[in-house]
């Protein structure tokens, strides 16, 4: 019934940028807060950045200053700037939106997107 779709990710040169497109799609009545966080291997996911949907964003210490998270609500569309990347960066980058349905419009739950694999590697 929703389906949030992850793009963008790749492999990038330490001090290089990629920009990370979430869309959602299928029978959504509102998109609350929308966010992405990432896992590293053997580590637990986090979350990186999150914005509400009146534009208000929160960042993880260790990307303030570095990326910018950003949503375009007529598009449903939630955008991740990833500038001056590390090799700490180095991980699967999951979209996550809280979201009610046309279904049950009355309640709204969180969706995560499939993940989309970011390598920071010279």
């Known amino acids: 019934q929703v389906q949030l779709v992850e793009s963008g990710g790749g492999l990038v040169q330490p001090g290089g940028s990629l920009r990370l497109s979430c869309a959602t799609s299928g029978s959504i009545f509102s998109i609350g807060s929308m966010g992405w966080y990432r896992q590293a291997p053997g580590k637990e996911r986090e979350l990186v950045a999150a914005i509400t949907r009146a534009g208000s964003a929160n960042y993880a210490d260790s990307v303030k200053g570095r990326f910018t998270i950003s949503r375009d609500n007529a598009k449903s569309t939630v955008y991740l700037q990833m500038n001056n990347l590390k090799p700490e960066d180095t991980a699967v980058y999951y979209c996550?939106?809280?979201?009610?349905?046309?279904?049950?419009?009355?309640?709204?739950?969180?969706?995560w997107g499939q993940g989309t694999q970011v390598t920071v590697s010279s």
């Open positions: 996550n939106a809280h979201i009610a349905t046309m279904y049950r419009s009355y309640e709204a739950v969180y969706y």
